[in-house]
């Protein structure tokens, strides 16, 4: 079973910046794709960022610019680097993952991980 461990959220000032990270707890043969979602009180889930297995990248209208996704395949984990943040950008941030995984000798996958959320939060 996959499991996501997210970290990094907490309380910055607008303008100001956080690093999430996203790691998985097993042994991971590839990370086929990686993203981020966050759900701000009321609202539905929506997608910030995502990278695929080959580095390509793809952000929300509303983050574009301000936010950068990564990777880094020998430690299993993923990142959300998040700049000039602003009140809006307040939510619960998500971790989802699309991974090949060793179970013992067998290669399985599983195509929709989620991790358990971070919080964000911006102040003005």
């Known amino acids: 079973q996959v499991q996501l461990v997210e970290s990094g959220g907490g309380l910055v000032q607008a303008g100001g910046s956080l690093r999430l990270s996203c790691a998985a707890t097993?042994?991971?043969?590839?990370?086929?794709?990686m993203g981020w979602y966050r759900q701000a009180p009321g609202k539905q889930r929506e997608l910030v960022a995502a990278i695929s297995s080959t580095g390509s990248a793809n952000y929300a209208d509303s983050v574009r610019g301000r936010f950068t996704i990564s990777k880094d395949n020998a430690k299993n984990t993923a990142y959300l680097h998040m700049d000039s943040l602003k009140p809006e950008d307040t939510a619960v941030y998500y971790c989802n993952a699309d991974l090949t995984y060793y179970s013992g000798s067998i290669l399985r996958r599983a195509y929709d991980s989620w991790g358990q959320g971070t919080q964000v939060t911006v102040s003005s």
């Open positions: 097993i042994s991971i043969f590839s990370m086929n794709r």
